[in-house]
């Protein structure tokens, strides 16, 4: 009598390989590579979808850009998990991971452990896990894991919830990161935004004392382009909420002209200008403290709905 077989896992849905395909330095190893990701993905029961079979740049060079978009955006939007192999820099690594958290569909970045990662990708609210190996069995038993840790998604296709320790783990290591720009690019940016004299000694001390995020000083300066008085009174009033005397004597001008300026920057960030103190608040700590502030936010909304 024959032995019964081992029952093979059930199908958990589709694992989408991420990773390179453009002007790769070696080709076909790293193909070989991400044929290894497919098999530890398709061992967990996975089907493996590796764009390098349907779209690949050399292989399938008759398909044309739109076409490429579609067909891979398709297999992203549908996967229960995304394996990005971040070894290697890619635009369309970065586009996929993207295409991921906008379809709520849990990231698994992969590297090598002495290859950098690109901070913005691993700051990413879709990424749920990195596994950084030395060798192949490391990847092997790491990748497993942390696919094993996505598995509770099923076949009705609910997503996996990331718990909270971990969100707020990672939320207080970016925290962390967003007070910590090098003192010379604090300098390099209050140059950029025209400040010196006593208005930039103000806003050095306050980044280096968290007051107000590196991160946020980055954000005043290059995404919303406030420079000079107008930079100083939004700082000084919204973020130190100092008086507006004081913030005269600061910036060397009359009180009447700091709140033309404060009105001024408050409308450049999207602020009314006669905004309410509570506004400006919770502006400053959903813009400025983004995004770790507002992955939380989402996710431990989405968790308390989701147990009602």
């Known amino acids: 009598m024959d032995e019964p077989r081992e029952k093979a896992p059930a199908a958990l849905g589709e694992a989408y390989i991420s990773g390179a395909l453009t002007a790769l330095d070696d080709g076909p190893r790293t193909k070989l590579f991400y044929e290894l990701l497919a098999e530890i993905a398709e061992a967990a029961g996975l089907r493996a979808y590796l764009p390098h079979r349907v779209t690949d740049p050399v292989a ?22 995304l394996i990005a192999y971040a ?3 890619s635009f369309g690594v970065g586009i996929e991971v993207e295409v991921a958290r906008e379809h709520a569909v849990p990231v698994i970045v992969v590297a090598e452990r002495d ?25 092997r038993h790491g990748l497993a894991a942390a696919l094993a840790a996505v598995a509770s998604v099923t076949r009705d296709g609910v997503r996996p919830m990331v718990s909270d320790d971990v969100v ?3 939320f207080i290591a970016s925290l962390e990161e967003a007070r910590r720009l090098p003192p010379a690019e604090v300098t390099a940016l209050l140059r950029v935004g025209e400040l010196d004299g006593e208005t930039a000694a103000a806003i050095r001390e306050a980044v280096l004392g968290g007051r107000l995020f ?9 995404r919303y382009a406030l420079r000079g008085a107008d930079l100083g009174a939004f700082v000084l009033r919204d973020v130190l909420e100092r008086s507006l005397s004081e913030s005269a004597g600061t910036l060397g001008i009359d009180p009447r002209t700091v709140r033309r300026h404060v009105a001024t920057a408050r409308v450049r960030v999207g602020l009314a200008e006669d905004a309410a103190p509570d506004s400006v ?18 996710h431990l909304f989405g968790v308390t709905k989701a147990r009602q």
């Open 60 to 81: 399938a060079a008759h398909l044309d850009p739109r076409s490429v978009y579609e067909i891979d955006r398709a297999h992203v939007t549908s996967a229960a998990v």
């Open 168 to 170: 707020v783990r990672r």
């Open 87 to 89: 070894g290697i820099p």
């Open 281 to 298: 608040a919770q502006w400053l700590v959903t813009e400025l403290i983004a995004p770790p502030t507002r992955a939380l936010q989402l």
């Open 115 to 139: 290859r950098p990662i690109s901070r913005l990708l691993l700051g990413n609210p879709a990424v749920v896990e990195v596994v950084k190996f030395a060798d192949l069995d490391g990847l």
């Open 214 to 222: 590196a991160a946020g000083l980055r954000d005043l300066v290059g």
